[in-house]
């Protein structure tokens, strides 16, 4: 017999949400992993064939083009990873994209490929439509990485409920399993990436304390060294060497001197942060070992040396256990867990000043989320514009930090120099995603944006993919993604409208054209498809008009004009 | 301004329980976080992890209890007038930590300016004078730029 459920007006819409199954996925550079929580147990999902460790590997061109470690070309630009020992060939266009022999492929492309694999193996195990994930992400991805694999899931068809530190899930998962209090470390060496994390526990409540890293260090590096040094099938040897001391003629010692340059940056950053947290390392109850790489004797050793040895958690799977803190904190954002994360920014962000120099305005290791403002004064007399170039990362000086954004802020009333108050607030929310926003405190007029890195995916092109790999997937959202696209268009529609007023082009007649025809399709609203057309139409035709924008912005950009000098 | 004690309901003063201060903070936040709060604004959970910074450490909830008083000494740099000998003193400091090499000395010079900054900062919370206290924390303030650059220092050998 069915319970009579009993709930109060108004809440039954909560109630459906919370039986909602949100996945946890571990999306890592080498595997990928999917959970769930399940009678108050963690469930790692497996396929028919029993597997619940996946290869982040896709194949392309009929199987002919197998592309690996993508997770290492996320939100990069081709300066950034030209020098990287690569499997495949990559296109020097600032736009990254991977070369096979039929196609070019985005990294977000393959990155979604392999959601699409785990979401199916959720919901052949749940036998339910899965919607919605937890994804984990290394803490030291930067916002280009987080944006794209957030684009990675949309085009995936998952919506990302919370992108979670993978150190945090860790240490969640084993806080959980243990009933742990007190401060713990996380050492996690990965794939592609090295994080290490410091953090407290405490009935329910995980609160990080502070985190280090280096996303350019992790176990393809070791196979990289081992092929260097003309060894065949690095990275089978390199695993078989964590158990013995010798195979196929390669001594463990011998890789070991090879790796031990980067095992000691890891230790180095390990230590860095214990003085930026003014924490000794014997106030830490036990280190999480998370990654393959942590199988390695000299890295268990080298921790030993500065943790003790017995308090290095070696009965841990550091493979599975940042896929089971997913679960558990997707089980916690469904309604159902009770305990808290709180979590930190791992990179600073701040504003280029004169001279190139970076003013920081939120520090790394803040508790996010988080906003900071700072005011800004006009340089010359009748100044009506700013413009901020927005930077994150550790460095002192501009160029040594990622840049994500140039902002304008336009609209400032014509006073005397230094009369105009500015106020720009950085807001990162609990995803650690950025938004800027602009006041002008003399008119009150405000202005916002949403970072998204400059040499990202343009709107269009996201639209693209996502068109594509929705007509290959078979939901029954129709009604959602309508409404979603008609949004989206109408943002278009409005901004393209704007623009055109002060438009000069000899095209101005044709993208006029093209946006009527948007707006009848708007106040219709029947067919996604008809929507996304016109959209597109619009976008292909308003071309010159979003050019000549980002050209007048370039403009200022290379005549090297800062913040205040507009 | 908002007053972070009166939002976690403590006492305005420097001497104030700290656990008190964590189980209030988890508390609201497991309240308020977007995790955990179904609201979009996030504007709560910001205001409560702010303040819980600023009072959980010793020195910016001293100069925060000046901010208070109208004594902004992070963010207005005249808030406070320096003598002319703390101003030498720093510079002397800058040039030494420009210098070092050594590891051990480096070490011994963080230990010891950090037992300063923690002296400077009881010291000011006991002044009687709010000018006097301003007096005490800038100089701290100037000792943690230093701890900075000794950090900065330390990474570029």
């Known amino acids: ?566 | 301004m908002k007053n972070f004690f009166n939002l976690f309901s403590l006492p305005q003063s420097f001497a104030i329980d700290l656990g008190e201060l964590e189980k209030k903070y988890h508390k609201f936040q497991t309240e308020f976080h977007p995790d955990k709060s179904s609201s979009a604004d996030i504007s709560k959970s910001i205001e409560i992890n702010e303040g819980y910074k600023i009072l959980s450490d010793d020195f910016l909830r001293a100069c925060y209890i000046l901010q208070l008083k109208g004594i902004d000494i992070l963010h207005d740099e005249k808030a406070v007038k320096v003598d002319f000998a703390t101003l030498e003193e720093q510079l002397e400091l800058q040039e030494k930590i420009s210098e070092m090499s050594d590891k051990n000395e480096m070490e011994e010079l963080r230990k010891n300016l950090n037992s300063k900054v923690k002296a400077l900062v009881s010291q000011s919370m006991e002044a009687q004078a709010d000018e006097h206290s301003a007096q005490l924390l800038v100089k701290a303030k100037y000792l943690k730029k230093s701890l900075e650059d000794l950090k900065i220092r330390k990474n570029k050998i």
Request: hydrophobic share 40%; with cysteine; aromatic share 4%.
């Open chain 1, 1 to 566: 017999m069915a319970l009579l459920k009993i709930s109060e007006p108004g809440q039954s819409q909560q109630n459906q949400d919370a039986v909602e199954t949100i996945i946890g996925i571990d999306l890592g550079t080498t595997n990928s992993l999917v959970a769930i929580i399940e009678n108050g147990k963690a469930r790692l999902l497996a396929d028919e064939n029993g597997c619940d460790i996946f290869a982040s590997v896709v194949a392309y061109d009929g199987g002919k083009t197998v592309i690996s470690s993508v997770k290492r070309l996320m939100g990069k630009s081709f300066a950034d990873v030209q020098f990287e020992n690569l499997p495949y060939k990559i296109s020097s266009e600032e736009k990254l994209y991977i070369v096979t022999d039929e196609r070019k492929i985005r990294p977000e492309e393959v990155s979604s490929d392999i959601l699409k694999k785990l979401k199916s193996v959720a919901e052949k195990n749940l036998k339910t439509e899965i919607k919605k994930a937890v994804i984990t992400v290394p803490a030291y991805f930067d916002e280009a990485a987080k944006n794209a694999t957030k684009l990675a899931a949309n085009l995936a068809d998952l919506e990302v409920v919370r992108l979670v530190n993978e150190p945090t899930a860790a240490a969640l998962a084993y806080g959980l399993d243990n009933a742990s209090e007190g401060l713990y470390c996380v050492y996690d060496l990965g794939g592609g990436t090295f994080d290490v994390s410091i953090l407290k526990m405490q009935k329910g409540v995980f609160k990080v304390l502070g985190v280090a890293g280096d996303n350019h260090l992790g176990g393809d590096d070791f196979d990289n060294l081992l092929k260097n040094a003309g060894v065949a099938n690095p990275r089978k040897i390199k695993e078989e060497l964590s158990f013995s001391e010798e195979v196929d003629g390669v001594k463990r010692a011998d890789f070991e001197n090879l790796i031990s340059e980067k095992i000691t940056k890891t230790i180095m950053l390990t230590k860095n942060l214990f003085e930026d947290l003014e924490l000794e390392t014997f106030d830490i109850k036990g280190v999480i070992l998370v990654g393959g790489s942590t199988r390695i004797p000299l890295v268990r050793k080298e921790l030993g040396k500065i943790f003790g040895a017995e308090k290095i958690l070696t009965n841990l799977d550091p493979d599975r256990i940042v896929a089971i803190g997913a679960a558990w904190q997707a089980y916690n954002l469904s309604g159902q867990g009770e305990n808290l994360l709180l979590d930190v920014t791992a990179l600073s962000l701040g504003i280029e000043m004169m001279g190139g120099i970076v003013d920081k305005i939120i520090s790394r290791n803040s508790t996010i989320p988080i906003a900071k403002a700072k005011e800004f004064t006009t340089y010359a007399d009748n100044q009506t514009g700013m413009k901020l170039h927005i930077l994150q990362g550790e460095r002192e000086l501009a160029k040594d930090c990622r840049s994500l954004a140039h902002f304008e802020i336009k609209g400032i009333p014509p006073l005397k120099a230094g009369m105009a108050r500015v106020q720009v607030t950085f807001k990162l929310d609990a995803d650690g995603l950025l938004t800027v926003s602009a006041e002008e405190k003399y008119t009150g007029e405000k202005q916002e944006i949403m970072v998204k890195p400059t040499f990202h995916l343009d709107q269009n092109e996201i639209k693209k993919m996502l068109l594509e790999s929705l007509q290959n997937s078979q939901s029954d959202m129709i009604e959602r993604l309508l409404v979603e696209a008609a949004t989206e268009a109408t943002q278009d529609a409005v901004i393209i409208k704007k623009d055109l007023e002060n438009y000069l082009g000899s095209d101005k007649e044709i993208i006029a054209q093209k946006l009527k025809t948007l707006e009848e399709e708007l106040s219709k609203k029947t067919s996604r498809d008809a929507i996304l057309l016109a959209q597109q139409e619009l976008g292909k035709a308003a071309e010159n008009l979003v050019l000549e924008k980002v050209n007048s912005v370039l403009h200022e950009k290379i005549a090297g004009k800062k913040v205040d000098e507009i």
